[in-house]
């Protein structure tokens, strides 16, 4: 907790030492002496999602370090009135260039603030259709692209829009899929040398994946790179032959590329292959889906490194990669990095693909139905988070990783859920240590066997019962990337691989946010936490720093996440080192899930015979924001009804196939009457994180 006194000979001592910034000499600031200009060399801005072209969210900036960061303080707070609403997730990394910051929200609406003040310089409202159905997991956008002049920015309808920088009037739009057949764009974009790349998500849609590389100028398509081949094309043979598996394989594009200009290669992760669960459709090593990517800058292949082969657990690759130059058993190489849903951090030579260390293909266990893969890659080093999952009440026993299933229930962790899902990862050349964030939240999984439709959830999963009262956790572990081993790890009760990320500085801290409305600076060396401060909601996106003036933010969107259930906002917080007025932290938000489900011996069971859905929950006492509820109860012959109120469509399905309302559209309803006395638990089919309950007493 930021302290709450300072005693008054340090006051004084304030008084007497201040000199103003605008000199350009050191300022004492509450006691600490610090160099209000910035390190020669050092980039005042944040000109890219990732930081700079290498995606290693790291800044030179060293104003603000581990003496002083006791004494940062709120200074400017911005309400965007956008991106409000369950549906809605605020996953954007602020981007400053030229003293102005470039905000998105879940709405894919733009803002320009003025990153000393906060006032807004200008929006553009993207003015979507509440129709569009394709994003899996609720709307959200991870942030922009600059130009010179321009402004890029992907939105969830699958179209990629040029904007003035200084007005935000739009130049061109470019459709690059359709979000009817599945597509959405929740990326970033990367901006070089007059050209925008893009990818688009929509593997668990059954899309194909792909990465586009746009005219900066005109809008106009270059090329496009299908990350599941045609036939005849290498890597076809990956795939059944005969078949067209490839125009539905997945493999789709998550998070925004990385470039090496000297190398002149892009470099991107990919997601699972579709059907997400289903390997019997499919045999093969499904290429290139779950690999990280090498293009040249005419959209051909220089490389690829797949982390899981022929994946049925949806590990998909979706954290961006990072480039790094680091020195591995005594030699300096070029690398890249990839943390990973399955808990490994992947580091390879980034000329070729090869591993920097040792990345052994071990055997593990088989399952003929599911066609899996003989082996798949371990990597030397450290997991950061747990790869066997705990016993819970009726799942006994502790299958670990890579562990298949077919038509009998696994429990398994990590899950399709994290690891690291696509919160960023931070390098710091200071310290050479990456910044992972991990989650451990685990899945039971089953398959059963759906034929394909264009454009609809890809719902391969059989309706199993959920691990109720199983720990939710979460992890922040700097990883050597010299070893790949754990230098120190911080563990939470939160879910960290699909929310904020880390930014590290040469101030030797890391940033982090947390679904509680916390963002935190550590000690980059030995994980200390030095200092925290209440936002108000989750902060589940991407912090960033930069400097106006000779003085250093740190700048962060606090808008909370649809999936892991940390409380919506549409707030945008700066702080930086000061004597002067400061805003006042926010009230503690209510906290996101611990558990899965609900708690049998804490959440009450409410006598109605209405549910509501969220996107994405069930409420039975909506009213009640200190103890909500998902659990109700009726009695024998009671018609339960679930309204969908949320955006997305939801199911109410039972776990054992007592009962399916089928797909509720927003606005309508789905009905049961419950004709005999039990306990009935059931979840959402295409977001099986839902779970609810309904009691049938007799009386």
Known sequence: MLFRFIGLIVGLLVAAAFISVASGRSVATLGIVTNVQPAPGANTDWSSVGGALNNQRYSTLNQINPKNVRHL??????????????????????????????????????????????????????????DITSACCGWDNRGVALADNKLFLGRIDGKVVALDRATGRELWKTKIVEWHDGYAITAAPTYYDGTVYIGASGGENAARGRLTALDATTGKARWHFFTVPAPNQP?????????????????????????????????????????????????????????????????????????????????????????????????????????GKTGWVYMLDRTNGKPLLAIPERAVPQNANQHTASTQPYPTGDATVPQCTEPVKNFPGSPCIFTPFWHQQVLLSPSFEGGTVYSPMAYSPQTNYFYAPGSYWPFVLMEKSLPYKPGDINDDLAPVP?????????????????????????????????????????????????????????????????????????????????????????AVAAGGNSVTGSHNGDAVWAFKLTNGPAIAQAKVPPG????????????????????????????????????PSTRNTVKVGTKVTWINLGDQPHTATSDTGAFDTGSILHGHKGTVVFRRPGVYRYHCTPHPWMTGEVVVTSS
């Not at 982390?307 to 690759?317: C, L, P, Q, R």
Request: no cysteine; charged share 15%; glycine share 12%.
């Open 73 to 130: 303080k709120g200074v400017w707070l911005t309400h965007l009135g956008s991106g409000l609403g369950s549906k809605y997730s605020q996953e954007a990394a602020p981007v400053v260039k030229d003293g102005i910051l470039y905000i998105t929200t879940g709405a894919d609406d733009v803002f320009a603030l003025d990153a000393a003040t906060g006032h807004k310089k200008w929006m553009y409202h993207a003015h979507l259709s509440d």
């Open 235 to 339: 890597g076809a043979e990956t795939w059944p032959r005969d078949s067209k598996a490839y125009l539905h394989g997945g493999g789709t594009v998550w998070n925004h590329p990385a470039i090496d200009p000297e190398l002149k290669l892009i470099y991107f992760a990919t997601g699972n292959a579709s059907p997400n669960f289903n390997g019997a459709v499919r045999p093969g090593a499904n290429l290139y889906t779950s690999s990280i990517l090498a293009l040249r800058f005419d959209g051909t292949l220089a490389w690829y490194y797949q982390e899981v082969h022929h994946d049925i657990w949806d590990f998909d690759a979706s954290s961006p990669v990072v480039l790094f130059d680091a020195r591995v058993n005594g030699e300096m190489r070029k690398g890249i990095a990839e943390a």
């Open 592 to 627: 996101p899930p611990t558990v899965i489900g609900f708690r049998e011996d804490l959440d009450p069971v409410v006598k109605t015979a209405t549910v509501q859905i969220q996107d994405f929950s069930y409420l039975t006492n909506p009213g009640n924001r200190d103890a």
């Open 466 to 554: 959920e691990p109720l009262g199983a720990k939710l956790g979460g992890t922040i572990t700097a990883i050597d990337a010299s070893t790949n081993k754990i230098a120190w790890q911080v563990k939470t009760k939160y879910l960290l691989g699909e929310s904020s990320g880390t930014l590290a500085t040469a101030g030797g801290l890391v940033f982090t946010g947390q679904p509680d409305g916390n963002l935190i600076a550590y000690n980059a060396n030995d994980g200390t936490k030095l200092w925290q401060w209440q936002t108000g909601a989750g902060v589940d996106a991407p912090a960033t720093t930069y400097a106006v003036n000779g003085q250093q933010y740190v």
